[in-house]
């Protein structure tokens, strides 16, 4: 789709066309496994349905668009998409990456391709110069989340990005906390862009689904390889959903960001809360940075109690009516939970408290209710902590 149209066109537009047997200016579900050749080899763009699905097809170029790239691909899962960006690398190639990360990465990234001769260095990369002390001839990757989960720490995406390209180093940027709405790894320097489709995108809490997006063609063509001889790809009908859902995107995300404002504040002066972690307060560390890469800074936060209690923390986890306990964030819905027994149980205690995420941590994921009732929950919950 033409550059020149603004995000918010983009979403319901870009890499969608009414279909052109019925004019349906829905994109259809093609239901099929398979596609009728009328000769051998002689089809009309389509075989089969891990290698290319028609409705696969324009929610791929639709968030190709949505991050300025020129290539989208789009798999099972977040996870799914995690590991196929790691099979581009080598036995005994090195990846750099931030220390405060959900924990399925964490997971993936030591209980699988440490098995592998693969080696992970999980350093605090608020001051990205860090980076530099870990570089060897070895290091072939920089893997950052920013706003990173759940300590909403902010990397810095365009020095990570020059550090990278002097080293010669893949630089991808998980950018399922901002969403494309929020923030452009590409536009800042990425090589490549991750998503949990599941969380912002989708935005319904109705499907599970895994992006990438890039601008290099050799890498998008080893990508695409991976995808269908691996064959971790969605079908039809969670494509159909998240193109429904990225429709809605904009303005999801300006409601998210407007309670998250909201919500952060008035955390920030309870009487029983300790520290909040939101990108958004000028108090924060990388505040500046999170403004100058940031259109706003979004609905997911983190908060501790005064009195550190975990049995506090509990009590407040399973006291909300309105902020449900559960896995995942990025829906409609609030949701409220505790990583260190949750999101983050696959990553050692020793690891976790290293990067903040103490066993009181709470970490909220702020949906498009009324502000009014999302308040008057936390607050109920508050009282009886």
């Excluded at 279909?19 to 763009?45: L, R």
């Excluded at 405060?100 to 608020?126: A, P, S, V």
């Excluded at 936060?301 to 964030?329: G, P, V, Y």
């Excluded at 819905?333 to 696959?346: C, D, N, R, V, Y």
């Amino acid at each position: 789709m033409n550059s020149k149209y603004k995000f918010e066109t983009k979403t319901i537009h870009a890499g969608i066309s009414p279909d052109p047997t019925t004019g349906a200016i829905m994109t259809p579900i093609y239901q099929t496994s398979t596609f009728v050749q009328s000769a051998p080899g002689d089809h009309k763009g389509y075989e089969y349905s891990r290698t290319q699905n028609p409705t696969r097809t324009p929610l791929q170029k639709n968030i190709a668009a949505l991050e300025n790239a020129k290539h989208g691909l789009v798999f099972a899962s977040g996870m799914a998409a995690t590991d196929a960006i790691i099979k581009l690398l080598m036995p005994g190639d090195e990846v750099i990456c931030t220390n405060d990360l959900y924990g399925g990465t964490y997971r993936i990234f030591t209980k699988i391709f440490e098995n592998y001769g693969l080696k992970f260095h999980f350093i605090k990369m608020e001051n990205v110069q860090d980076v530099l002390k870990y570089i060897t001839p070895k290091t072939k990757m920089l893997w950052i989340e920013t706003p990173t989960n759940p300590m909403l720490n902010v990397v810095d995406i365009a020095g990570a990005a020059l550090i990278a390209k002097k080293h010669q180093l893949k630089l991808v940027v998980d950018n399922t906390f901002a969403s494309p709405y929020l923030q452009n790894p590409m536009n800042l320097g990425a090589d490549m862009v991750l998503h949990s489709v599941t969380k912002y995108m989708g935005g319904h809490s109705d499907v599970v689904m895994g992006a990438i997006a890039l601008n290099d063609d050799e890498t998008a063509e080893r990508l695409a390889f991976i995808q269908n001889s691996c064959g971790a790809v969605p079908g039809p009908m969670d494509c159909f959903l998240v193109l429904r859902g990225i429709k809605t995107l904009h303005l999801r995300m300006q409601r998210h960001c407007e309670n998250g404002r909201a919500i952060a504040e008035f955390l920030a002066s309870h009487p029983k809360v300790n520290k909040v972690f939101w990108p958004g307060f000028p108090s924060h560390p990388n505040h500046d940075i999170a403004k100058s890469q940031m259109r706003d800074f979004g609905g997911m936060m983190s908060f501790t109690l005064k009195d550190d209690c975990i049995e506090n923390a509990k009590k407040l986890l399973s006291a909300t009516k309105l902020f449900s306990l559960a896995e995942s964030l990025g829906g409609v819905e609030s949701l409220i939970g505790h990583p260190a027994s949750m999101t983050h149980a696959s990553i050692p205690r020793t690891e976790r408290e290293k990067a903040g995420v103490s066993d009181s941590l709470i970490r909220l994921s702020v949906g498009i209710e009324n502000i009014h009732d999302l308040i008057d929950d936390l607050n109920f919950a508050l009282k009886i902590c």
